[in-house]
C-alpha cells in the first residue's frame, strides 16, 4: 500500500475559495513534499516540509505537518482555475531518498 | 538552468517487444529515480540510480531494468513488454545525500502504450 494517501480523493471548488488537502503517512519521515502534476505530464514541487517544522508559507500554499498524527494538510487561498491539478504529497520514510507518493488529490477550480 | 529532458515522449510498441526510455538529469544531480504511473496504481516507484550504482529498486519484475552513465543520464528498459506496462513513466532527478533534501524535478515523462 502506499506510504502517503490523500485525502479527498476529488475536490470541486469555484475560484477565490480555499481548497485544503490532507495527507496521511504510516512511518516515521525526514521530510513531506507536496507537488503539483497538471494532467498527463511531469509533478512540479511545491513545498518541502521537514519532520521538525510544523507549518510553512509559500505564496498562496500553506503546508502543516503534525507528525503525531502523521498528517499533513496543504491550503490554497484564493483558488485560481489554473490551480486545477492532481496533487500528491510524498514522504520519505526515515533513512530513505525515495520520495513516496500518495494517490493524490484531484482539484478542479470552476472559473 | 535546463530541466529534466525525458524521451522520447510518446512510443507505442507490441506485446513482447522491449523499450528503453531515457532521462537527462538536471547539471549536477547525481540521483536519478523512475516511477510508473497508472490510473490505477498511481505513481510507483521503480528504482534509484545514484553515481552509476542502483540504490535503491521497488517492487517490479526483472523485465524493468535500468543503468546509469558516467554523466548521470539514465535509461531504463522494459522487455517483453505486456499491456499492463502502458503507462506513463517519469523520471526525478535529486541532489539527495548531498544537501538532506529530497526535492526531486520531475521530467514530462514518456507516454508508453502496449498494443
Known amino acids: 500500500s502506499q506510504q502517503g494517501e490523500e485525502d479527498p480523493q476529488a475536490l470541486s471548488i469555484q475560484e477565490g475559495e480555499n481548497a485544503t488537502m490532507n495527507c496521511s503517512y504510516k512511518t516515521s519521515i525526514n521530510n513531506l513534499q507536496w507537488y503539483r502534476q497538471n494532467s498527463g505530464r511531469g509533478l512540479v514541487h511545491l513545498i518541502l516540509?521537514?519532520?521538525?517544522?510544523r507549518e510553512k508559507h509559500s505564496g498562496r500554499l500553506r503546508v502543516t505537518l503534525d507528525t503525531s498524527k502523521k498528517s499533513s494538510s496543504l491550503l490554497i487561498t484564493a483558488s485560481r482555475a489554473a490551480d486545477t491539478a492532481s496533487y500528491f504529497c510524498a514522504t520519505d520514510p526515515g533513512g530513505s531518498y525515495i520520495p513516496t507518493f500518495g494517490r493524490g488529490t484531484s482539484l478542479i477550480v470552476h472559473p | 538552468k535546463a530541466g529534466v529532458t525525458q524521451t522520447p515522449r510518446y512510443l507505442i510498441k507490441t506485446r513482447g517487444q522491449q523499450v528503453t526510455l531515457s532521462c537527462s538529469p538536471i547539471?549536477?544531480?547525481?540521483?536519478v529515480s523512475w516511477y510508473q504511473q497508472t490510473p490505477g496504481q498511481g505513481l510507483q516507484f521503480l528504482f534509484e540510480y545514484f553515481s552509476e550504482t542502483q540504490r535503491n529498486k521497488g517492487n517490479f519484475p526483472g523485465r524493468f531494468s535500468g543503468r546509469q552513465f558516467s554523466n548521470s543520464r539514465s535509461e531504463m528498459n522494459v522487455s517483453t513488454l505486456e499491456l499492463g506496462d502502458s503507462a506513463l513513466y517519469l523520471c526525478?532527478?535529486?541532489?539527495?545525500?548531498?544537501?538532506?533534501?529530497?526535492?526531486?524535478?520531475f521530467g514530462q515523462g514518456t507516454r508508453l502504450t502496449v498494443v
Open positions: 526525478a532527478s535529486s541532489l539527495a545525500g548531498v544537501t538532506g533534501s529530497t526535492e526531486a524535478f
Open positions: 516540509i521537514r519532520s521538525n517544522e
Open positions: 547539471s549536477g544531480h547525481r540521483s
